[in-house]
């Protein structure tokens, strides 16, 4: 059923992706090229995702454990009474230990990491939404205050009309020099807000330099909003099943499970051996000098009787991350739900904004219309022309921003469902493989030859 609902989605929203991009010159930028560039250049992303390769080298860790640990031993010692020597002793040896038996313990250690691997990779792909995201915000408010700059200056062109009509009209007597004045003014307050708007547009081109790595050009129209779930249950429902968040809170839950059970298995005991071969030449005080040759073999066993509470203590703090992981869980659910809700909203809420403002801006362009031609036949003063003016430009500028608030909410809303990803978007380009850096480690590879595959995963990391 989830699947069957992906696909659904998935191909509205490609083609909305990617419509009309015929229609416009090449060298325009897409929402499609904003988030690529996003997803290549993001630092926040290979930040996390070296952050997800130590979490796979701790999983390489936890099978070393299991490992014998080889080392060698060289050591050389003399003795002094009241000034003279009377003794020295050099050894070289190797020496080896293993854990052979540790009821468990190793094992345990060895799935938590594995589930700390998962839980990094869900947070990977949580910043991939975030990264996707932002770089759609900044596409959006980019395109947003670019048309708030066109229609701020378009409103200094018509009231410097104006005003230069009120000085006309004043030098002839039909108005009074507060008229003009009125027009002056609003003609100063139209300049200043065209200041403000270029301004907002210089914040947006940089705050989309640093979400995509590079300045904007000229960007293409916004493409056709993505296709929504039938209904905002469903959506929920996706959202339960695909969002990284969620999916990260089930793998730490599952490693704080395990973590009590690593707690309990501290007071198991322990079989280790230890074996070990070595050769040491000795000068006695008489002048006499042996070489020896040794060779040993020796068995463990311990179990810790007594800790002073420090076991039982580790226990219960185990069982208390358990508890907390449990209970974030079930945040992050109500979380996303919470997500996908105000989403659902913000589309419904900037729908309905949109069909408002259209018909305010008919009325106010016919007020505005009749507003000049009654001014002309000296019915209305230039205050009552400005004003219509301003009304009708309030209009203009609210539609702009609550056209670009629906296409947000949008992508909002496939993040909230946790679809907001390379993937998911088929935006064709080469993606970070998670599994590739784990795949080459998972075995804590310790030789060259071992190692030849975990070389072109980090060549290849070097080469993105």
Same mark, same amino acid.
């Given at each position: 059923?989830?699947?069957? #609902? ?6 509205? =929203? ?7 991009? $015929? ?8 929402? +499609? ?13 290979? !930040? ?35 000034? =003279? ?12 230990? *293993?854990?052979?038996?540790d009821w468990g313990r190793n094992a345990i250690a060895i799935d938590a990491a594995k589930e700390t691997v998962l839980a990094t990779r869900a947070a990977l792909v949580g910043v991939e939404q975030d990264v996707l995201l932002g770089a759609v915000q900044a596409y959006l408010d980019?395109?947003?205050?670019? /048309?708030?700059?066109?229609? !701020? ?10 005003? !230069? ?12 020099? $507060? ?24 914040? &947006?081109? /940089?705050?989309?330099?640093?979400? #995509?790595?590079? %300045? ?13 779930? +039938?209904?905002?249950? $469903?959506?929920?429902?996706i959202g339960q099943r695909s969002h990284p968040a969620i999916s990260q809170a089930q793998r730490l839950a599952a490693a704080a499970e395990l973590g009590v059970a690593a707690a309990a298995a501290e007071r198991n005991p322990t079989l280790s051996g230890q074996a070990s071969i ?51 869980? =079930? ?27 259209? /018909?305010? *801006?008919?009325? +106010? ?22 004003? &219509? ?12 921003? &609550?056209? %670009? ?15 907001l990803t390379v993937e998911n978007l088929k935006l064709g380009i080469p993606t970070y493989d998670p599994s590739a850096y784990y795949n080459a480690v998972q075995d804590a590879p310790y030789t060259s030859r071992q190692g030849e595959s975990l070389d072109r995963v980090l060549r ?5």
């Amino acid at each position: 059923m989830f699947r069957k #609902t992906l696909r659904t989605l998935r191909r509205p =929203l490609i083609a909305a992706l990617f419509a009309g991009a $015929t229609a416009v010159p090449a060298s325009a930028e897409s929402l +499609a090229d904003a988030m690529v560039a996003a997803y290549r250049h993001s630092a926040l992303l290979e !930040q996390n995702r070296a952050v997800l390769r130590a979490a796979d080298e701790d999983a390489a860790t936890a099978l070393a454990q299991l490992r014998p640990v080889v080392q060698w031993i060289a050591e050389h010692s003399f003795q002094k009474i009241n000034g =003279l020597a009377i003794g020295r002793s050099t050894s070289i040896g190797l020496q080896a230990q *293993i854990t052979l038996y540790d009821w468990g313990r190793n094992a345990i250690a060895i799935d938590a990491a594995k589930e700390t691997v998962l839980a990094t990779r869900a947070a990977l792909v949580g910043v991939e939404q975030d990264v996707l995201l932002g770089a759609v915000q900044a596409y959006l408010d980019v395109r947003s205050a670019t /048309e708030q700059v066109d229609l !701020q200056s378009n409103s200094v062109r018509v009231i410097g009309q104006e005003q !230069q009509a009120a000085a006309d009209r004043f030098e002839v007597g039909e108005i009074t020099q $507060t008229d003009v004045s009125q027009a002056d003014a609003a003609l100063a307050a139209a300049r200043a807000s065209l200041a403000a708007a270029r301004g907002n547009l210089e914040v &947006a081109r /940089e705050v989309y330099r640093a979400a #995509t790595g590079r %300045a904007p050009g000229q960007l293409d129209p916004p493409p056709p909003t993505p296709s929504l779930p +039938a209904s905002l249950e $469903t959506a929920r429902q996706i959202g339960q099943r695909s969002h990284p968040a969620i999916s990260q809170a089930q793998r730490l839950a599952a490693a704080a499970e395990l973590g009590v059970a690593a707690a309990a298995a501290e007071r198991n005991p322990t079989l280790s051996g230890q074996a070990s071969i070595g050769r040491s030449h000795e000068l006695s005080i008489q002048g006499q000098e042996s070489t020896r040759n040794s060779l040993g073999a020796s068995l463990s066993l311990s179990q810790t009787i007594y800790s002073g509470g420090r076991l039982p203590s580790a226990h219960r703090k185990a069982m208390a991350r358990r508890d907390e992981a449990r209970a974030g869980l =079930l945040q992050v659910s109500r979380q996303v739900d919470e997500a996908v809700g105000r989403a659902w909203a913000g589309i419904d809420v900037a729908r309905a904004q949109i069909r408002a403002i259209d /018909e305010q *801006i008919v009325a +106010a362009q016919q007020a505005y219309e009749g507003v000049r031609e009654e001014a002309t036949l000296g019915a209305r003063t230039t205050l009552d022309v400005l004003d &219509a003016e301003q009304s009708l430009l309030e209009a203009r500028a609210d539609k702009i921003s &609550a056209e %670009a608030n629906l296409q947000l909410a949008h992508y909002q809303l496939l993040a909230a469902m946790g679809l907001l990803t390379v993937e998911n978007l088929k935006l064709g380009i080469p993606t970070y493989d998670p599994s590739a850096y784990y795949n080459a480690v998972q075995d804590a590879p310790y030789t060259s030859r071992q190692g030849e595959s975990l070389d072109r995963v980090l060549r290849a990391i070097g080469r993105d």
